[in-house]
Nanobody, 121 residues
């Protein structure tokens, strides 16, 4: 059974920074593109960022470009999301996932349980 475990969520104020991390001991980590999605209350799950297997390319959703940075460390089976200049609209549950990239977009395959990020005004 594949397990992805997120950490780093919390309550912050607008303008603050936060780093999320995701690790897996059961996934052949370096074989997968990895990414982050988020879901706010009453909203559909939204793509946030993805990084290819050897970090050769990264992708970002329009709402986070220039503020968020995704990185990975295959030796540690970890993918991180550095979030800067947070705004209240970033409030959501953030999910780590292995990612398939197709002509229709970014799709999560294996998912973590999610970590809550709340940004107060």
């Amino acid at each position: 059974q594949v397990q992805l475990v997120e950490s780093g969520g919390g309550l912050v104020q607008a303008g603050d920074s936060l780093t999320l991390s995701c690790t897996s001991s059961t996934l052949g980590f370096s074989m997968y593109s990895m990414g982050w999605f988020r879901q706010a209350p009453g909203m559909e799950r939204e793509f946030v960022a993805a990084v290819l297997r050897r970090s050769e390319r990264t992708y970002y959703g329009d709402s986070v470009k220039g503020r968020f940075t995704i990185t990975r460390d295959n030796a540690k089976s970890t993918v991180s999301l550095q979030m800067n200049n947070l705004i209240p609209e970033d409030t959501a549950v953030y999910y780590c996932a292995s990612v398939s990239i197709t002509g229709t977009g970014f799709h999560g395959d294996y998912w973590g349980q999610g970590t809550q990020v709340t940004v107060s005004p």
